[in-house]
Nanobody, 122 residues
Framework: QVQLVESGGGLVQAGGSLRLSCAAS????????MGWFRQAPGKEREFVAR????????YYADSVKGRFTIASDNAKTTVYLQMNSLKPEDTAVYHC???????????????WGQGTQVTVSS
């Protein structure tokens, strides 16, 4: 069992920055990767970024490359999503999630946080 709790969302003007945090507890050693996803009203949940423990690599959706950065602390108990140059289209509920697979597909993620709202004004 893995428990995930997100924080750090809020309201920001376009061009601004936010840093989201995801605190992980439980059997985190059983996970392969941690990912960030987002879901806007009326839209399907989409992949944002992933950090792979086994491969030691990060992956990003094309829409956020160069603007967002995923990282973790040394103990791998917290995963961050640094979001810069935010755009109104980034507005969504952001979730962190854990998976045992090398995948960007949200359907393959086993554990999910409750989500944190990010709103970007134009």
């Amino acid at each position: 069992q893995v428990q995930l709790v997100e924080s750090g969302g809020g309201l920001v003007q376009a061009g601004g920055s936010l840093r989201l945090s995801c605190a992980a507890s439980g059997r985190t050693f059983s996970t392969y990767a941690m990912g960030w996803f987002r879901q806007a009203p009326g839209k399907e949940r989409e992949f944002v970024a992933r950090i792979s423990w086994s491969a030691g690599r990060t992956y990003y959706a094309d829409s956020v490359k160069g603007r967002f950065t995923i990282a973790s602390d040394n103990a791998k108990t917290t995963v961050y999503l640094q979001m810069n140059s935010l755009k109104p289209e980034d507005t969504a509920v952001y979730h962190c999630a854990a998976t045992k697979l090398a995948t960007n597909n949200p359907s393959n993620y086993d554990y999910w946080g409750q989500g944190t709202q990010v709103t970007v004004s134009s």
